[in-house]
């Protein structure tokens, strides 16, 4: 009797230490959220601030009509010496995303997401100056797409970390993983201390991410015909990114021992660029280009369609040839330059104009009809009759197999 309550005891004991160290691994991994939340969203501020910085503080100060040419050029010169000193971009940027969601393990996808920041073996220093420069440099990124490389990395690093303090606590019990029930709630616990991380940047520094929007589309049956024809233009756009890629991977391949001199290059095109058409640069989700919805009117249409089209060539040619980044919210700010140039060349409502042209836009380069949903970063809800209709046109029409969208196809 004695040695039963001697045992049931002893085994409520381990039962409750194996639960305390259960915990002790919960709150750790909370921890480590918070800091990769507070880590990553910093450098998502930081991106913004330096755009700040260079293209609306320094820009005020020098007020020299070729600024631009400036720090594109710097920013070309700094990535070429990376290159020479690190390699090249394991793969363009705007493909990795996919690449990541095919890694079988977590090697592969520690691999991929060293890649999708431009090249494995690059210090941590370096990778991150990486994916400054092109926003120091005017470049036309996304700023979002570029932190999936760090967002995964930094997953993996905290994963094997809490692996190792379970190890530690001998609660793997000879494992090499966690259990599916296991994963599911330490990862959860540390999303939510990513987001309580995230959370508090914002609240400290605010959120440095300004996305352009404009009025509603009417709901008319005039509205939805003229939607349905800037529909046709928008597809245009959005494919015509897709064929630019294509072209500028091809270049890339073949450039060969001038491979790594094409960063610069990119930088002098981009910056000349800048010179004659100020909005062919940036993000599209910054204070310096949502300046334009307040006087698109004075730019001109020709002005505004030419800005969409060479924007939309730029961003292909850069995120190809070295520059980092992501081409989501550059390919919408091309379509809203598009939309807002047929609205004053034909005096059509720029709300409907712009609602057409960036759903189709964003169905034609990622090859899905949903896609063409987040056209509601932009529009207000009452413009869903004319995204609506957008979509279906550029989903409907035939498109060569050669120009399948960036996430239409596993990799």
């Known amino acids: 009797m004695i040695n039963e309550t001697v045992g049931n005891e002893r085994g409520v004991g381990s039962r409750s230490m194996l639960a305390a160290r259960w915990i002790a691994a919960a709150l750790f991994m909370l921890a480590l959220g918070l800091i990769l939340g507070l880590a990553i ?29 400036i720090p594109a050029t710097l920013a070309g010169v700094a990535l070429t010496l990376i290159a020479f000193r690190y390699g090249k971009p394991e793969r363009p940027m705007d493909s990795m995303g996919a690449a990541a969601k095919e890694a079988a393990d977590e090697v592969e996808v520690r691999a991929a997401a060293s890649g999708y920041s431009n090249g494995p073996r690059r210090p941590l220093p370096v990778r991150i100056a990486d994916f400054l420069l092109p926003f120091a440099g005017g470049g036309p990124v996304g700023v979002a797409m570029g932190l999936v490389g760090f967002i995964m990395s930094g997953c ?28 599911t709630l330490l990862y959860t616990i540390g999303i939510v201390g990513g987001f309580v991380g995230a959370a508090a940047v914002v609240e400290l520094f605010g959120l440095g991410m300004v996305i352009p929007r404009v009025e509603a589309a009417p ?4 509205a939805v015909g003229i939607g349905a024809l800037v529909a046709v233009a928008g597809w245009v756009l959005g494919l015509a990114y ?17 491979q790594r001199l094409l960063p610069l290059v990119c930088g002098i095109v981009l910056g000349v660029s800048m010179i004659f058409l100020p909005h062919v640069g940036l993000p599209g989700s910054d204070a310096y280009s949502s300046q334009l919805m307040g006087n ?29 980044g992501g081409p989501f919210f550059p390919i919408v700010y091309c379509s809203i330059c598009l939309g807002l140039g047929i609205a004053g060349a034909f005096g059509a409502d720029a709300g409907t104009c712009v609602a057409a042209a960036v759903g189709a836009a964003l169905v034609a380069f990622s090859g899905q009809p949903l896609m063409g949903v987040a056209a509601l970063m932009c529009c207000p809800v009452e413009s869903i009759p004319v995204i609506a209709v957008a979509v279906v046109i550029a989903a409907g029409i035939p498109r060569p197999k050669s120009l399948k969208g960036d996430f239409a196809r596993r990799r």
């Open 41 to 69: 969203m910093g450098v998502f501020d930081l991106a913004y601030a330096v755009i700040e910085l260079v293209w609306i503080d320094w820009n005020g100060i020098a007020d020299v009509p070729f600024y631009p040419l």
């Open 156 to 183: 993996a690093w905290a994963k094997r970390r809490v692996m190792s303090l379970c190890g530690k606590f001998g609660i793997l019990a000879g494992e090499k993983d966690f259990s599916k029930r296991q994963k």
């Open 219 to 222: 709901i008319s049956l005039e």
């Open 242 to 258: 897709v064929a630019c890629a294509k072209l500028a991977k091809r270049l890339w391949e073949h450039a060969n021992k001038a």
């Open 296 to 324: 698109w009117q004075e730019v001109g249409p020709a002005v505004l369609i030419a800005t969409a089209l060479v924007r939309t060539v730029l961003i292909a040619f850069l995120l190809n040839m070295g520059w980092s």
